[in-house]
């Protein structure tokens, strides 16, 4: 018998429907939220309105595409959290709202293991999912972890970042160049002509697997104030070789901490996740490391790498084959670690 999850996502700005069947996309619905793009940023008042204004279309139309009944659904699956906490109200309270009008279970799922788990997203019955263990570097706007990954239900954070997330270093610094919000997608296609050995910036000393990006932040920050002090149009004119210089160094630090931690490990099966997994140069490395070292690299779509309800229905399955329901009294959390 088939299993048939919807996962609904309303983290942060995203808001997202996706129905599986056995682990099979059915269909996959994102709103993204524009109204932050004048701000710089996302602001959580204005991200739980529009939450509330598009859960009810986005869920409808993800069932809709699906094919399906909502009589055919046998689990609500939803994240419960890390995030904004009034975003989360609005998915938290909405499926359990939703189980209790069809009768069903309802799942909770932490964000970061969707995000790990979005490798088992199949696109058909035949898509090739991961072995366990595997590795994986989750790269996002609020976190940089490398985990090793046991099994669905066994996650373990080897190292983080004690600052930064990668993706805030990407956001940070785009910002001072003038770039618009996020900024890493702009930094990624500008990088793409311009010279990546043109600029040195500083990378960290911290021990084990830890990350750590606020450093390089500073030295961005210090080398266009040191040169705008003598050319005030020094950002316009090398903005590509900037990105390219900046782009560079981030996945250099990633990368370095990552490879320890495989060659520590001896585990051959790696993944990446996360918003900074659609970055062009970073994925490139990925797979030329892979290659270099003879192991397997699982890459994500890059419409499974920022915020989407398929990763979280796939988590919420696994959940539902060991009954790991939650109760509906279940409050969301803003913060938490995998
Ligand atoms: O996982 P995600 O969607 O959500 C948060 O953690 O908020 O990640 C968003 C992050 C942002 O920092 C964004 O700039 C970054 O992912 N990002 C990228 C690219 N696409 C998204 N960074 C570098 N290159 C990209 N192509």
Redesign the pocket.
């Known amino acids: 018998m088939s299993i048939t999850i919807l996962g609904i996502e309303s983290s942060?700005?995203?808001t997202s429907a996706a129905v599986i069947c056995d682990c099979v996309l059915a269909s996959n619905v994102i709103a993204s939220q524009k109204v932050h793009e004048a701000y710089g940023g996302?602001v959580p008042e204005l991200a739980s309105r529009a939450h509330q204004q598009n859960i009810v279309p986005v869920v409808s139309e993800a069932i809709r595409q699906a094919g399906i009944k909502k009589s055919d659904i046998d689990a609500i699956a939803f994240t419960r959290g890390p995030g904004l906490l009034g975003s989360l109200l609005v998915g938290t309270s909405f499926a359990k709202g939703l189980a209790m009008a069809l009768d069903i279970p309802i799942v909770d799922v932490n964000h970061l293991h969707g995000?790990v788990l979005s490798h088992f997203i199949k696109e058909n019955e035949d898509s090739e999912v991961p072995e366990f263990p595997f590795l994986c570097l989750l790269?996002?706007?609020?976190?940089s972890q490398i985990i090793k990954v046991d099994s669905p239900y066994r996650m373990e954070v080897m190292g983080q970042t004690i600052d930064d997330?990668?993706?805030?270093a990407?956001?940070k610094c785009?910002k001072v160049m003038g770039l618009p919000?996020?900024?890493?997608?702009y930094?990624?296609?500008l990088a793409a002509e311009g010279d990546a050995t043109r600029f040195k910036f500083s990378k960290p000393h911290i021990p084990a697997f830890d990350y750590s990006f606020s450093g390089l932040k500073t030295s961005f920050l210090y080398t266009l104030r040191d040169e705008v002090a003598r050319n005030a149009n020094f950002i316009e004119e090398n903005k590509k070789d900037l990105s390219a210089s900046l782009?560079k160094t981030i996945i250099d630090i990633l990368m370095d901490k990552f490879a320890l931690a495989i060659k520590e490990t001896g585990i051959k099966t790696i993944a990446i996740g996360?918003?900074?997994s659609?970055?062009?140069?970073?994925r490139n490395r990925v797979q030329e490391f892979a290659g270099l070292h003879s192991l397997k690299a699982f890459i994500p779509k890059r419409s499974f790498?920022?915020?989407n309800a398929a990763m979280v229905a796939v988590a919420g399955h696994f959940k539902y084959l060991n009954k790991d329901f939650c109760s509906l009294d279940l409050p969301p959390y803003a913060r938490v670690s995998v």
């Not at 790269?139 to 976190?143: H, L, Y």
């Open positions: 942060c700005d995203d996302v995000h790269v996002s706007g609020g976190n997330a990668a993706g805030e990407f956001d785009a919000y996020p900024g890493g997608p930094i990624d296609k782009q996360g918003g900074v659609a970055n062009s140069g970073f790498t920022t915020d």
